[in-house]
């Protein structure tokens, strides 16, 4: 009985130990949305393409299957990722030939329909 007590003191007192510990620091979650995360130089967000010749083998490494090019002539007159595929690996972008893919620290793509989730990615001409 005596021993219990003891215990069930001891866990307590060590709770608000740890509570109190914790009071005064600087708190390590981030108050997203309203103010946006710092995000690593080597972060992968949403896919932008620039003069992209349409070879395709992006989506020859993509492990996911998430990329679709649909090619007019020999040029890629449609281009899409499937984000509900999309691991954000990076393979396309590290194995594009003519460095045409890039990746931004655009991330918000979250929606309720999956079919929402297949985004045209335009190819910009520079
Ligand atoms: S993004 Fe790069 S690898 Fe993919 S089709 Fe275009 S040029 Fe080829
Ligand atoms: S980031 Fe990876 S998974 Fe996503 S499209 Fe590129 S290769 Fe595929």
């Known amino acids: 009985m005596l021993k219990q007590l ?30 946006h ?28 299957n998430a990329i679709t090019i649909i090619k007019d002539d020999s040029l890629p007159s449609r281009y899409s990722i499937d984000y509900s595929k999309c691991i954000f690996c990076g393979n396309c972008m590290y194995y594009c030939p003519s460095k045409s893919m890039k990746m931004t620290e655009a991330f918000e793509v979250a929606t309720s329909n999956k079919l929402d989730l297949s985004y045209d990615v335009e190819n910009r001409r520079m």
Do not use: D, M, Q
């Open 6 to 35: 003891y215990l069930s003191t001891k866990a307590i007192l060590r709770g608000h130990y740890t509570v109190l510990k914790h009071l005064f620091r600087k708190p390590v979650t981030e108050e997203y949305p309203e103010i």
């Open 37 to 64: 995360p710092f995000l690593n130089p080597k972060f992968r967000g949403v896919h932008v393409l620039e003069n992209c010749k349409g070879c395709g083998y992006c989506k020859r490494v993509c492990p996911s």
